[in-house]
């Protein structure tokens, strides 16, 4: 009796999980060709752009942290004083324009008429308030061009002036998105600005306003109707979502449920799957680059022997890094210091120690680390991030290159949280291996690697590296703002870094991004993290 | 029996307030500076700045003195700000809390039902190809990782057959009424499956062996010699006995759930408990740790409670003292 409903229910459970299993995938969804050739080339206005960050924000005030994911998702709340092109350029954003004294030291900005969320106009003690009260004290990326600042003077309301105390190469690009937004001083005067309230309700004169932030689901921003820049933006309203799995970020950015997918949320193995997707954006080209660096420790055996250090330059092989850690997908190998997409620096005369085995192990004989009983000369530890899974797989092809060379290396995963103590301010390491940024300029993004001063500043000289010609050299390349000049201190610096090697470029890489075909309007920011310029995509 | 409630009711305090310390120990103690995660990497910050952030958050003073003034608050019932996200731990927690509730609940529930029929089913026609098919499927669903599973749920069922959402709660077109409910149904029928499976697992082959066990029993056969039905000796006789360990399992179960089902969360974008753990564990970020674990263990003790309360109930045997 029980048996034959039982046995019924059993064979239509397994029919229905046989023809799941039969019916195979369907194919994703794309953009249809015919749509595609009918999308017109001028931006329609409306609608909704899903974008995702892969965890909470820590704050919403952009000015007193340099957490990515509040960067991708807050920055379109806000104004700068400039802001970077497509192509590099300083572009005008809440300046309208500007001039520079014949000195180099003396910035003069006339600003737009523009508004704050809540109405009220942003003026020139706004970017006083903001530059010294705020960013200037706490924004990790505008403290140290602040440092040059000798004052800021607000003459009327629409005028600012910054006065250098010796001309900076990089001051305008630090005024920009990634280093600076100007706050509004009538909310934060008066107040802590990293505890004040207003920071988890953000309030600035960009083009998106902020509309609602539900921890751990999403952040909503709606569209600025008052913002000073006519047409843009189009989208009526932006959502990130939070979605803290690189898996499950592709599958959805596959099934069409999110629109736009940021390089530094993708992890390397599923950029050919993405590529596949038809009709798919890929950005790879106008990214500021990032070097997989590989940073000896030079306070401490064996590393503080130059020797050493040149064997196991030689010992590594930076292709199998390209192929092995990325995937052959946007990394080169890189044959200085400084990464060949920086065309305006990178000195292509300066070479790299290329892959030499039996080189590497005749300079370990000669620095005294012969092969041992067990065939093994030095056993030496290589630390990393264990959340970023191209420093783990890049530590990985390190080790098995220098099995070849006789040298044992144990693999060391950290924990973020420990990284700044052990790493940069204990130098309790060996080797480290870690993805950074260029930020697009050799003085924001390599000189904190090798500099004197960048000692025990977080991601910065691990190394302990102190060489008064480079320092010497950095500094005139952040002194002057001729290109001649600048590119002659940079040669000079990768002359020395190849051969000083107190860290070794494992690859150079570029983020990918990646965009549904029907958003129009892709373009990107070269310059610090990529983000997609929100406010200038629209749906086709 | 009221004075063995009460007796229970009087140690709850106390078990809760040893775990807090305990737990207090152990993540201070751990390796990791929840001052270097606020202020993120690449930071050239200076050092004060860093000092006058630690002792802020009184990160300055001596564990002794911050275990302390955290039990003080503990006994206020505060349980203080995040360190990362500058909000009430008790309102973040709360705020997650209905989501985990749902999710687990909606797993619990269909685990504890499918796995129950499964198993007397399965008792029932011990020995046939179903009984062993279903045994085979019970081992394979309790081994396979819950990660793994999650992905490829949402690779097949929600890539490429499309017929459920791949993230989150809700989807964000701001549906209304009825088809808010739907939405969210839609969202939940795949984490929910995926962290239901190992629970199915679990539950059938505890019914089946407790059901095989007791239709081997000597008043079986009398039940069956008197005539009755073999409907009425399974439901009523066998089952009844085979569901004690069930809601022993279940009580434990709604304590591993509520501490979240991290990586299910974690896969399908859903905004728990789970995932606030984790991102709190990733922060450093203390106060939030502490309130997660002192609510889990407040609850882990009560449903146990409960559940021991119940078994005084279902079996008359028991006697509780």
Redesign the interface.
């Known amino acids: 009796?029980?048996?034959s409903w039982?046995?019924a229910?059993?064979a239509l459970a397994a029919l229905a999980l046989v023809t799941?299993v039969c019916?195979?995938?369907?194919a994703?969804?794309a953009g249809s060709p015919a749509a595609s050739a009918a999308a017109s080339a001028t931006p329609k206005k409306g609608g909704?752009l899903?974008a995702v960050i892969g965890?909470?924000p820590?704050?919403g005030n952009m000015d007193i942290?340099?957490?990515t994911n509040g960067f991708f998702a807050f920055t379109p709340v806000y104004s700068s004083l400039v802001e970077i092109g497509p192509n590099g350029q300083v572009t005008p954003d809440l300046a309208k324009s500007w001039t520079v004294s014949a000195d180099g030291k003396r910035y003069e900005f006339k600003l737009n008429a523009a508004k704050f969320h809540d109405g009220r106009p942003v003026t020139s003690a706004d970017v006083k308030y903001t530059a010294e009260e705020v960013a200037g004290?706490?924004a990790?990326?505008f403290?140290?061009s602040y440092k040059l600042v000798d004052r800021v003077e607000a003459p009327d309301a629409s005028t600012v002036v910054f006065t250098l105390k010796q001309p900076s190469a990089t001051f305008l690009q630090s005024l920009a998105h990634h280093s600076i937004v100007i706050l509004p001083q009538h909310i934060y005067a008066g107040s802590d600005p990293r505890?004040n309230p207003q920071?988890?309700k953000p309030i600035g004169s960009g083009p998106f306003k902020f509309k609602e932030w539900?921890?751990?689901?999403?952040i909503?921003l709606e569209r600025n109707a008052d913002y000073f820049k006519p047409d843009v933006p189009y989208f009526d309203q932006v959502?990130f979502?939070?979605?803290?799995?690189a898996?499950?970020r592709a599958?959805?950015f596959?099934?069409g449920?999110i629109d736009t997918l940021t390089g530094q949320l993708v992890a390397r193995e599923q950029v050919a799957d993405l590529k596949k997707i038809a009709g798919v954006q890929v950005n790879d080209q106008d990214d500021p680059p990032g070097e997989e660096l590989l940073q000896f420790n030079t306070t401490r055996k064996p590393f503080n022997d130059l020797k050493v250090r040149t064997a196991f330059v030689s010992a590594i092989d930076r292709a199998a890094v390209v192929e092995r850690a990325f995937f052959g997908q946007g990394a080169e190998l890189p044959t200085t210091h400084i990464p060949k997409q920086l065309k305006l620096f990178h000195d292509t005369t300066v070479k790299l120690p290329t892959r030499d085995v039996a080189k590497a192990g005749s300079l370990l004989d000669e620095a005294g680390y012969p092969k041992g009983a067990n065939g093994i000369r030095l056993t030496v530890k290589l630390a990393y991030d264990q959340?970023n899974d191209a420093d783990k797989r890049s530590a990985e092809v390190v080790r098995d290159n220098l099995k070849d060379a006789a040298v044992q290396v144990e693999l060391q995963p950290l924990?973020?949280?420990?990284?700044?103590?052990e790493v940069y301010t204990d130098a309790n390491f060996d080797m480290w291996t870690v993805s950074v940024t260029s930020n697009g300029d050799p003085e924001l993004g390599i000189a904190?690697f090798y500099t004197t001063q960048?000692i025990k500043?977080?991601?910065?000289n691990a190394s302990r590296y102190s060489n008064p010609e480079i320092d010497q050299a950095f500094a005139q390349g952040a002194s002057t703002t001729d290109l001649k000049e600048r590119q002659a201190a940079y040669k000079k610096v990768q002359e020395i870094l190849a051969r000083d090697l107190p860290t070794l470029p494992l690859a150079d890489y570029e983020n990918i991004d990646f965009a549904r075909p029907d958003i129009g309007g892709v373009t990107q920011s070269p310059i610090g993290y990529p983000y997609f310029y929100i406010q200038r995509l629209w749906r086709k | 029996m009221s004075a063995y409630v009460l007796r229970r009711l009087l140690q709850v305090p106390a078990l809760v307030v040893g775990a807090v310390v305990v737990l207090f120990v152990l993540v201070h103690v751990a390796?990791?500076?929840?001052v270097?995660?606020?202020?993120?990497?690449?930071?050239?910050?200076?050092p004060e700045?860093l000092e006058e952030l630690r002792h802020r958050l009184g990160l300055d003073r001596s564990l002794v003195e911050q275990l302390g003034l955290y039990l003080l608050q503990f006994a206020k019932g505060d349980l203080g700000y995040s360190f990362?996200?500058?909000?009430p731990v008790t309102e973040?927690i709360l705020?997650?809390l209905p989501a985990t509730i749902l999710l687990m609940a909606a797993a619990l529930t269909s685990a504890t039902l499918i796995g129950v029929t499964l198993g007397v089913?399965s008792a029932?026609?011990s020995g046939t190809w179903?009984d062993r098919g279903a045994n085979g499927a019970a081992l394979l669903a309790f081994s396979l990782p819950v990660f793994w599973l999650g992905?490829l749920a949402?690779?097949f069922f929600?890539?490429?057959?499309?017929w459920f959402?791949?993230?989150?709660?809700q989807s964000?077109?701001g549906e209304s009424g009825f088809g808010a409910t739907l939405d969210l149904l839609a969202h939940l029928v795949l984490p929910a499956a995926v962290l239901a499976t190992r629970y199915i697992a679990i539950d059938f082959r505890l019914v089946r062996s407790g059901v095989l066990e007791t239709l081997g029993q000597d008043y079986i056969r009398t039940a069956r010699a008197k005539g009755l039905?073999?409907?009425l000796v399974?439901f009523r006789h066998a089952l009844r006995n085979a569901l004690l360990p069930i809601i022993t399992i279940t009580g434990l179960n709604v304590g591993f759930a509520l501490s979240g089902a991290v990586l299910t969360e974690?896969?399908?974008?859903w905004?728990?408990i789970g995932?606030?753990t984790?991102?709190a564990v990733?922060?450093?970020d203390y106060p939030v740790l502490m309130g997660v674990f002192a609510m889990v263990t407040l609850a882990t003790v009560l449903v146990n409670l409960v559940t021991d309360l119940l078994y005084g109930v279902v079996d008359p045997r028991v006697r509780l003292r």
């Not at chain 1, 979502?241 to 799995?245: A, K, N, V």
């Not at chain 2, 270097?36 to 200076?46: K, T």
């Not at chain 2, 929600?158 to 499309?162: D, P, S």
């Open positions: 009796m029980i048996r039982v046995r229910a059993a799941t019916a195979g995938p369907v994703a969804p909704t899903v965890r909470d820590a704050t942290t340099s957490d004290k706490y990790p990326k403290t140290p505890q920071n988890s539900v921890k751990g689901d999403h909503t959502i979502r939070i979605l803290p799995d898996g499950s599958i959805a596959q099934k449920d959340t924990d973020s949280a420990v990284v700044a103590k904190r960048s500043v977080s991601f910065g | 390796p990791g500076d929840p270097a995660v606020i202020v993120g990497p690449d930071a050239s910050v200076p700045y990362y996200y500058h909000e973040l705020g997650r089913a029932a026609s179903l992905e949402l690779l929600a890539l490429w057959l499309g959402p791949s993230q989150g709660m964000l077109r039905g073999d409907r399974l974690v896969v399908f974008g905004p728990g995932r606030l984790l991102d990733g922060h450093r």
